[in-house]
């Protein structure tokens, strides 16, 4: 079946820039029926969705991050990437990478276990 | 953007029925999706399109829409059913299209 797995630094310094990537293993991500999306969550807090992208490279970010975020897809490795940048403190969450069905009406089916990143000096 | 309010705790004895709202403006106009996540794991899909289970949920897990609210309900319920949950719409009218509700703690006395 299909599996998310996202990787990169846990640590990143403030004003710099956050890069995870996110691999899909048990199926292709060129597959036109699905989006693939970075939703994050704070400490205790709720989540929030990030931006996602589609196999032809087309982007959708949140309005509140969209200054700062770069989504793109890596169809030869099977993989998309998030990048973040002038990070902050605020910007300390588990990130999660996740796909979503256009026909379960953009249902969010499949999840990566997360990956933590803390903005620090 | 649009805007999911759920309750922040829900509290139920085992055996009993648990049911955790959303609320939304003409909510049931759109299609609700659920997610149950547990300390340390990633969400996990439990409802789709309002009522709809993924293989593998148990038929414990149903949802229904109508108005302003969307409900999950979780019937006889078990110590494992305690986490939290989760609604999200997705309308390609709002800017973020994909929201997520505030979550709410089920709690299982």
């Known amino acids: 079946q299909v599996q998310l797995q996202e990787s990169g630094p846990g640590l990143v310094k403030p004003s710099q820039t956050l890069s995870l990537t996110c691999t899909v293993s048990g199926g292709s991500i060129s597959s036109g029926s699905y989006y693939w999306s970075w939703i994050r969550q704070p400490a205790g807090k709720g989540l929030e969705w990030i931006g996602r992208i589609y196999t032809s490279g087309s982007t959708n970010y949140n309005p509140s991050l969209k200054s700062r975020v770069t989504i793109s897809v890596d169809t030869s490795k099977n993989q998309f990437s998030l990048k973040l940048s002038s990070v902050t403190a605020a910007d300390t969450a588990v990130y999660y990478c996740a796909r979503s069905q256009i026909t379960m009406n953009h249902a969010f089916d499949i999840w990566g276990q997360g990956t933590m990143v803390t903005v620090s000096s | 953007s649009y805007v999911l309010t759920q309750p922040p705790s829900v509290s139920v004895a085992p055996g009993q029925t648990a049911r955790i709202t959303c609320g939304g403006n003409?909510?049931?106009?759109?299609?609700v999706h659920w997610y149950q996540q547990k300390p340390g794991q990633a969400p996990v899909l439990v409802v789709y399109d309002d009522s709809d289970r993924p293989s593998g949920i148990p038929e414990r897990f149903s949802g229904s829409n109508s108005g302003n609210t969307a409900t999950l309900t979780i019937s006889r319920v078990e110590a494992g059913d305690e986490a939290d949950y989760y609604c999200q719409v997705w309308d390609s009218s709002s800017d973020p299209p994909w929201v997520f509700g505030g979550g709410t703690k089920l709690t299982v006395l």
């Open positions: 003409n909510i049931g106009s759109k299609s």
